[in-house]
């Protein structure tokens, strides 16, 4: 873990001992170790089998990411069943053969495990604590229904806040997110898929205490087994689409190096515009592609070209201006981009019909296109580049809404400042340039009045 910050190894070691502490009566229990084993051993199989790898990047020490707690969950039914059935200390032992065998995608690989063993050990004893405390355990047994679902639902809800605790508290000191956003959302998304794993965990108890005995039991996990394996298929799918995107982009800052971060950044300023405009979450993530991959026609543009340190002659503008036109082309067999095509191709045509390549104007121009092209431009103004410094933010904004209804629409100029207003411009990459860089092809020391974002074409 030496690359993990010094707080957040305090941070993961203070969680196992909290692990620990939660195992330690176990010598004194008398439980059915028999069940114990056997759910211990059904975890860790449907583990190794379900769980999607975790995304590139992640810095946490069990892999998670902000998004990561909902959409990267363990198969939790049978952690869950552990919880109904068996005292605190024997539950929480049943997550640990699986967590600590679990495939790990990055290193350092057994510090990942360990972490992760710990927390999903902690999370699972308070489950098992608040379900027994609220009478839980007669209810499964007896069974009680609808009685059974209120101490249910209370180790759920119990599960989830755990979790959401210990993972804020890793990316505050492991990935350094803002204090203040660490633990946003977390809850919330990790909530319904839970909830939906809590209820399966329910059923197995009920059916493991009935006359059926565990084999009825087991005949639970095959649905929510399938359901897990698909959900881990679209995951594994979408990492290779993020492997795709982040290839291009690769290529483009290796070719066009003045501008290195410019495309994560527009990805990120575009996000904001659509959250601010109450876009649906898919349609939020395909216009992240879109500005992260706004400019990757660049890599059909001579290299010279981009390159060049004096004025463009008409000639080479034209080829330059064509970057549009081959991006769309080399990600038009890419199904997944969707809208993001039309962003690319169109994010340099202005509202006012001069822009290009085919001088579209007013609604004609795809909204994910007036977006990027907002996106863009503020980007444009607020990174520093070696031929101007950067623009504050307020002074970028006030040239976007000058420029509003002639260059961009309105609209997505006012979701950008209500957007910046409300959460600051704190972008996480920065252009990665130096004084002895050259500047973009035929740069002027100054930017011409009246046109944002009209450096580079």
Known sequence: MGSVPAWARAYVACVVLMALACLTPLPHLRVPWWIVALLAVLYAGCERVTLPPRPRGAGAPGGETPQGMGTFLPFLPVLLAGAFLLPPPAAALVALPGA???RVEQRPRGPRRIWRAAQLAVAVWAASRVHGALGGRDAVATPDFPYALVPAGAAVLTFCAVLTVLDGGILALAERAPVRGAWRGLFARSLAPVAVHGLAGLMMAVLWRSPYGPVAALLVLLPMYVSCWVFAQYHRERAAHQAT???LVQAVD????YTRGHSERVGQASVMIARELRMDDERVEVLRFAGILHDVGKLGVPTRLLRK????TPEERRVIELHP????EMVRGIGFLGEARSAILHHHERLDGSGYPYGLAGAQIPEFARVVAVADAFDAMTSTRSYSRARPVPVALEELKRCAGAQFDPRMVGALVRALGRHGWHPAVTA???PSASPGPGMPPARPSGTVGRRTP
């Open 325 to 328: 036109e081959y991006g769309h």
């Open 432 to 434: 990665d340039i130096g």
């Open 309 to 312: 340190d004096g004025p463009l």
């Open 100 to 102: 600590l065998l679990a």
């Open 254 to 257: 290796i070719k066009d190096g």
């Open 245 to 247: 995107i982040r290839a």
